[in-house]
């Protein structure tokens, strides 16, 4: 990772050795070159550093323009809030996800007993088969329990008495055990 530097500042950033011969069409170059040379035209490589930890729920990671730090050009990371609209479309995609992954976890439950999905467990509850239909009702009552769990914790994050989580990790614990009757 390299960075143009003219006068003593950025020019450009990212910056690389074939965007030096693309804005230099008329000069031959070596196959490679040492970062020695590539200073001699202002391309200097940009020493990596860690980002911050930030809360992706309420934060966003901004890489700025790298800075000299004793004579050497370093990554620069920046933490910023997040705007209104930044906010809300980032919420719709972790909840998105977090429905996601709630829908999957109920399916998977199903498939254990070899339906297709939940839905398909569920359309058992008026079998006539006795095995079948006290596992659709299970599968119904499991299912509405659930989403009725995530549903009272999405109006806590509404209501803002918990704060957005991040992930489905964040809410597994909370959904009702999925356990077969006996």
């Keep these: 990772m390299y960075a143009l530097i003219e006068n003593g500042q950025v020019a450009q950033y990212p910056y690389s050795v074939s965007q030096l011969y ?11 070159m040492p970062d020695e040379r590539l200073a001699d035209w202002g391309v200097y490589p940009v020493t990596q550093t860690t980002p911050p930890a930030y809360d992706t729920t309420t934060q966003k990671l ?15 990371w920046a ?28 399916d998977d439950f199903a ?38 769990a995530l549903f009272a914790i999405q109006a806590e994050v509404v209501a803002g008495t918990r704060p ?13 055990a999925l356990v077969w009757p006996g």
């Design 62 to 76: 901004v890489e700025e323009t790298p800075a000299n730090i004793g004579g050497t050009w370093t990554q620069v």
């Design 111 to 148: 498939k254990t007993r070899f339906y297709n999905d939940i839905l398909s467990a569920c359309s058992y509850a008026t079998s006539t088969n006795q095995k079948y239909a006290s596992e659709g009702q299970y599968c119904m009552a499991a299912r509405d329990q659930t989403w009725d």
């Design 164 to 176: 957005m989580p991040a992930s489905y990790a964040d809410i597994e614990a909370e959904l009702p």
């Design 79 to 106: 933490v910023y809030p997040l705007t209104n609209e930044e906010l809300a479309v980032t919420h719709l995609q972790i909840w998105a996800g977090i429905e996601a992954q709630v829908q999957t976890r109920l």
């Design 22 to 32: 693309a804005d230099n069409p008329g000069t031959s170059f070596p196959a490679t």
